[in-house]
């Protein structure tokens, strides 16, 4: 893995490749393993076009821990990226009684641009 530490892995069976958002200090970057070529292909660092909007909000910079950022979903090179707390659909923690801050993030990895569609609290 090149040194890198992922938060989580979503496995894009169409295209062939492994996305992995990427954690331990550096939130808006994203390592994607070309599965063309077998487990060997390079990884792609793919660094997002801005920060992204709300996502500091969900912890304290600096005195982490930074929120995991999961893949849901995916169409051609659009990926929807959730932060790891409550979101639509998952309900709440026993307790706490409320849903967590969750934001949603709409990612094109081919150019890097990043978009918050949605989110709660904070």
Same mark, same amino acid.
């Given at each position: %893995?090149? +040194?890198?530490?992922?938060? !989580? &892995?979503?496995? *894009?069976?169409?295209? @062939? @490749?492994?996305? %992995?958002? &990427?954690?331990? /200090?550096?939130? $808006?970057?994203?390592?994607?393993?070309? &599965?063309?070529?077998?487990?060997?292909?390079?990884? +792609?660092?793919?660094? &997002?076009? @801005?920060? %992204?909007?709300?996502? !500091?909000?969900?912890? *304290?910079?600096?005195?982490?821990?930074?929120?995991?950022?999961?893949?849901?979903?995916?169409?051609?090179?659009?990926?929807?990226?959730?932060? /790891?707390?409550?979101?639509? $659909? @998952?309900?709440?923690?026993?307790? +706490? /009684?409320?849903?967590?801050?969750?934001?949603?993030?709409?990612? *094109?990895?081919? *150019? /890097?641009?990043?978009?918050?569609?949605?989110? !709660?609290? $904070?």
């Amino acid at each position: %893995m090149e +040194q890198l530490d992922a938060q !989580s &892995l979503f496995l *894009d069976a169409a295209a @062939r @490749r492994l996305i %992995m958002p &990427l954690g331990f /200090g550096a939130p $808006g970057r994203i390592a994607v393993l070309d &599965l063309h070529e077998g487990d060997a292909g390079p990884i +792609q660092i793919l660094t &997002l076009d @801005r920060p %992204m909007p709300g996502y !500091s909000d969900l912890y *304290d910079p600096g005195n982490g821990p930074e929120p995991t950022l999961v893949p849901v979903g995916i169409e051609g090179n659009r990926l929807l990226l959730v932060t /790891g707390g409550q979101f639509p $659909g @998952r309900g709440t923690r026993a307790d +706490q /009684g409320d849903a967590e801050p969750w934001r949603a993030y709409l990612v *094109d990895l081919g *150019d /890097g641009t990043v978009d918050l569609v949605g989110y !709660s609290g $904070g």
